[in-house]
């Protein structure tokens, strides 16, 4: 297996622009993370899917950032308009049963 | 709420020497996983070790140990014979069982491994 991959590993943008961050699960896992990652705020969990469906997205900082998972193989988190204060690495991970395992990453830089 | 401590920000040890990495967690739910993860330079999250609460062996993975003492709630990290390429930083979490299934992380420790 491929493991958890994310696109595009590195994204430079313009504030105000629109960002789609992309996520492809191991194939079998039935349960989809959302990271992200900075100095002051470490891990924080933003949204997960079960069985493609959000359980709980209460981490979503703000209606700017929105994620969708319209099928067992793809997930999508989209921040419009995207703010320097976004800048971050952004994880996704599957997982089956107990431990997750995660993707490489997406290192957003919005300027 | 769940909620991870990691005490240590930061921990030197020499080569080849053994090293404890501290967690603590509070939960209110009798069913939960503790997690290692490492995090190199490089990025990426590495899983390491798996304990479950209801686990009565501490868990181990090659040089990784987990120092389980569920009645004070904590998950220590034993590293044994530390390489080089262990310089990097530790996270551990926990994931309740029941209803949530999601993974709470604590704020890691940098390890840093001297020659």
């Known amino acids: 297996d491929a493991g958890v991959i994310q696109s595009p590993r590195h994204e430079v943008t313009e504030m105000g622009q629109e960002v789609t961050l992309r996520c492809k699960p191991i194939?079998?896992?039935?349960?989809l993370f959302w990271y992200r990652q900075t100095m002051m705020r470490g891990l924080e969990l933003l949204i997960y899917f079960n069985n493609n469906v959000p359980i709980d997205d209460s981490g979503m900082p703000e209606d700017r950032f929105s994620a969708k998972m319209p099928n067992a193989s793809f997930s999508t988190l989209k921040i419009q308009p995207s703010e320097p204060r976004d800048s971050a690495v952004y994880f996704c991970?599957?997982?089956?049963?107990?431990?997750?395992?995660f993707g490489s990453g997406t290192r957003l830089t919005v300027v | 709420a769940q909620k991870i401590t990691q005490t240590q920000p930061g921990m030197f040890v020499q080569e080849k020497e053994a090293v404890t990495l501290d967690c603590t967690y509070d939960?209110?739910?009798?069913?939960?996983?503790l997690f290692w993860y490492k995090q190199p330079s490089s990025g990426e999250m590495i899983f390491l070790i798996y304990q479950g609460s209801y686990d009565q062996q501490n868990a181990t993975e090659g040089r990784y140990s987990l120092n389980f003492q569920k009645a004070r709630k904590s998950a220590n990290l034993v590293i044994s014979a530390s390489q080089l390429g262990d310089s990097a930083m530790y996270f551990c979490?926990?994931?309740?069982?029941?209803?949530?299934?999601?993974?709470?992380f604590g704020a890691g420790t940098r390890l840093t491994v001297k020659p």
């Open positions: 991970a599957s997982s089956l049963y107990t431990g997750y395992t």
């Open positions: 194939s079998g896992h039935d349960y």
């Open positions: 979490a926990m994931r309740e069982g029941g209803d949530n299934n999601d993974m709470r």
């Open positions: 939960t209110s739910d009798p069913s939960y996983g």
